[in-house]
């Protein structure tokens, strides 16, 4: 095992090797991790702060670090380190798994205390990777708040991979943390606009629609928790919806208890407009969303196309100075058109037949008030009509209003008439 000077001499050539140029050159992890290293943390913070002292960058400060921590905690090494690396903290010699708790516990805070202040000074899945072994290992609050405010700061570098951390608390009926990526999320909205750009909004807003797809998949995950993720970002977070619908339709599929209210409470996070023609189509023929989505994403695609066909028909119009270019334009716009055209055809088709379906639906229910309503009134003044009177009533009400709007209507016979005319009444007779 090195001694604390040597180790400090040994990262002191590697981090400043020319007395000429006077700059820092990059870390190698092989070139200084392939001997023995220091296991005892105190030479390894001393050291450390030696080196910040000289004023070395942050990056690689961060680099020493995290290759530190990726050769004596294998959890923590990523990809890049996963083969050839020896676990050694509890290989040396037997222990128990408390006592090798408590040392990765004082491992990953004494980590967590050493971290530079700077933003970019250490990789966002590093941070996940050492926020996963504190959540297993138990490590204070205090800690863990530290490396969720940092993930928060670059959450648009974190990879699917690293955000999927278990939950290893027993009172959590998911296999994910959501709770832990729901603060993080919210933690990383409320930063300023000066400190997160617009790109990294959008790299948040699919980050997330893909974790939803993969917690939806758990029968457990609440419908609260569903939506307090989903609606965190705000709606211009989203270039399109359709991470966001394939979350939402898988969670339907993994629980068939939701109620129809709970569906339209989910189909109002998606924004139909921002479908893509693949997801509208697909979401036309889900038989699981309301008739009402399904009737909206219809019309909205509609209205897409017709944008389209107006958009292409002015662009066809106007002359291009290049007249092969502006033939092969007009041609392909052509086909485009034909295509879009029976297209649009085959969605307003499908919306009268929806509309019809609906309509027939509305009258069939109304006849079934109306009934109701009739049958509780008689029922109200005791008289309960029997099925024949209540036809009969029918066939005159329907006889009477055919003979208001001039239907069958009866020319009276004339006889009848004469007959009538020369009928003198009573009272005349008296008289005489």
């Not at 700059?23 to 702060?49: G, H, I, N, Q, R």
């Not at 128990?96 to 516990?105: D, H, N, Q």
């Not at 490590?139 to 940092?150: F, P």
């Not at 699981?288 to 028909?313: A, M």
Request: proline share 4%.
């Amino acid at each position: 095992m090195l001694n604390a000077l040597s180790f400090y001499t040994k990262m002191k050539k590697l981090v400043f090797p020319s007395s000429v140029t006077g700059k820092p050159s990059e870390l190698s992890a092989d070139c200084w991790f392939d001997d023995s290293c220091v296991l005892d943390m105190d030479y390894f913070v001393k050291t450390l702060a030696g080196i910040k002292a000289k004023g070395v960058r942050p990056d690689l400060i961060g680099s020493i670090i995290a290759h530190y921590a990726s050769k004596w905690l294998p959890d923590l090494a990523g990809d890049d380190y996963e083969k050839g690396i020896p676990t050694n903290i509890g290989k040396s010699s037997p222990e128990s798994v408390t006592s090798l708790w408590m040392k990765k516990r004082f491992f990953v805070e004494t980590l967590v205390g050493v971290l530079p202040p700077e933003k970019d000074s250490i990789s966002c899945n590093f941070l996940l990777r050492l926020l996963r072994t504190a959540n297993m290992v138990g490590v204070e609050w205090t800690y863990r708040a530290e490396l969720e405010k940092r993930i928060s700061w670059q959450l648009d570098q974190a990879s699917l991979k690293e955000l999927m951390i278990p939950a290893f608390s027993h009172t959590s009926a998911t296999l994910l943390d959501v709770e832990l990526v729901i603060r993080i999320v919210n933690r990383f909205v409320n930063l300023e606009e000066s400190s997160r750009s617009g790109a990294a909004i959008v790299k948040v807003a699919k980050l997330v629609d893909c974790y939803l797809a993969e917690a939806a998949l758990d029968s457990n995950l609440s419908l609260q928790e569903f939506l307090a993720l989903a609606g965190a970002l705000p709606s211009h977070a989203r270039t399109t919806d359709d991470g966001l619908y394939r979350a939402i339709d898988t969670f339907i599929k993994a629980h068939p208890g939701v109620s129809k209210q709970e569906r339209k409470t989910l189909c109002k996070l998606i924004d139909s407009r921002k479908l893509s023609p693949e997801a509208s189509l697909h979401a036309a023929q889900n038989e699981r969303l309301p008739v009402r989505v399904v009737i909206e994403v219809l019309l909205g695609e509609q209205t897409k196309l017709n944008r389209q066909l107006d958009w292409s028909g002015s662009f066809t119009s106007t002359r291009s100075p290049n007249l092969g270019l502006d033939l092969s334009v007009r041609c392909q716009s052509k086909r485009e058109m034909n295509a879009q055209q029976t297209e649009i055809k085959k969605l307003k088709e499908e919306v009268h037949r929806l509309q019809s379906q609906c309509y027939a639906l509305q009258v069939q229910m109304d006849r079934l008030v109306e009934k109701k309503k009739g049958f509780f009134r008689w029922k109200k003044l005791g008289i309960m009509p029997s099925f024949k009177s209540i036809g009969a009533a029918e066939r005159s009400e329907e006889a009477e209003a055919s003979g208001e709007l001039g239907f069958g209507r009866q020319t009276p016979n004339m006889k009848t008439k004469l007959v009538k005319a020369r009928t003198t009444p009573k009272w005349r007779k008296s008289m005489s």
